[in-house]
C-alpha cells in the first residue's frame, strides 16, 4: 500500500496557497474549502505548510496583528514530504512520531499530492475490511 494508491482515483487539484497571500487569506480558505492545513508553494515547489496550529500559534504570539502578516512569516517551514511511492504505513508512522495531521507528497520538487492522516487511515481500514470480507467469502466457499 503507497501513497500513489491512496491519490489514485481522487479528483480535482490540490488546494494550495503561495507565502506571499495573507494569514487572513489563508484562513478563509482553510474555512471555505473546510481543510486543516495547505501547502504553501512557489510554482509547483513545497516552501512550506500553513495549518490550523499555524494560525494558532502566530494569534497566540500577536493577536490580531498576526491577520495582516504573509503566510511565509508563519508557516511551518521546512515541509516534511513524501513520494508517491512511500508506503502508507511509513507516512503514518512519520505523521504519528512527528505529531502532525498533512503530508505533501512530491515527485522531485514538484507537488503532486497531499494526504491528511485521516486520508491514510481511511485508505488502511477499507484494505483491511476488503482482505476480510475475502477472507470470509474463501471460507465460506471452501
Not at 7 to 35: C, F, H, N
Not at 46 to 52: A, D, H, K, N, R
Not at 57 to 67: E, N, Q
Not at 118 to 133: M, P, S, T
Amino acid at each position: 500500500m503507497t501513497i500513489a494508491a491512496v491519490l489514485k482515483g481522487r479528483e480535482g487539484q490540490v488546494i494550495s496557497i503561495s507565502g506571499d497571500r495573507s494569514v487572513t487569506e489563508a484562513i478563509a480558505l482553510l474555512a471555505d474549502k473546510r481543510i486543516g492545513a495547505l501547502p504553501v508553494v512557489e510554482g509547483d515547489r513545497v516552501v512550506g505548510i500553513f495549518s490550523e496550529r499555524d494560525v494558532i500559534y502566530c494569534l497566540a504570539k500577536a493577536g490580531a496583528d498576526a491577520l495582516p502578516k504573509r503566510v511565509s512569516d508563519v508557516m511551518t517551514s521546512p515541509a516534511l514530504t513524501v513520494e508517491p511511492g512511500q508506503s502508507v504505513l511509513g507516512a503514518l508512522s512519520l505523521m504519528t512520531e512527528r505529531r502532525f495531521r498533512h503530508l505533501p507528497v512530491v515527485e522531485g520538487d514538484r507537488l503532486v499530492g497531499f494526504v491528511s492522516i485521516g486520508d491514510l487511515v481511511k485508505y488502511r481500514i477499507d484494505k483491511i475490511e476488503a482482505e476480510a470480507a475475502a477472507m470470509r467469502d474463501y471460507i465460506q466457499t471452501a
